[in-house]
């Protein structure tokens, strides 16, 4: 029952994730006119999203106790340089990671 129940939920994600996909397409079609709204959203709802997943991550930086919010700083300062020299969004994510991690990992552990 175990495998049965793992392969059901991976079934049902695979189509649900599907039918979003989909969905779209269905509503408005090849002659239809994306409605402003919609078009609004999709301009500005990844940039608000970016900013939310920078406040989610950095919201239990404490700058009162050691190490004072510097690996977090220092790893969002890399995010921001990287993505001013490349202009490459996975390269700006991955680079500021990796610098962290280590700075975590190594230095402020």
């Not at 129940?5 to 994306?34: D, Q, S």
């Not at 709802?45 to 930086?61: F, H, N, Q």
């Not at 202009?87 to 990671?97: A, E, P």
């Amino acid at each position: 029952m175990h495998n049965l129940h793992a392969i059901l939920t991976i079934a049902v994600a695979a189509l649900v994730t599907a039918a979003l996909r989909f969905l779209p397409f269905l509503i408005f079609g090849e002659n239809r006119k994306t409605p402003a709204i919609i078009a609004y959203l999709g301009q500005v709802l990844p940039y608000a999203i970016m900013g939310m997943l920078v406040v989610y991550c950095l919201k239990d930086v404490s700058v009162t106790t050691a190490p004072f919010g510097i690996p977090e700083a220092i790893g969002c300062a890399a995010v921001a340089g990287l993505h001013i020299w490349k202009r490459s969004t996975l390269l700006s994510i991955g680079g500021g990671t990796v610098v962290y991690m280590l700075l975590v990992q190594l230095i402020f552990h």
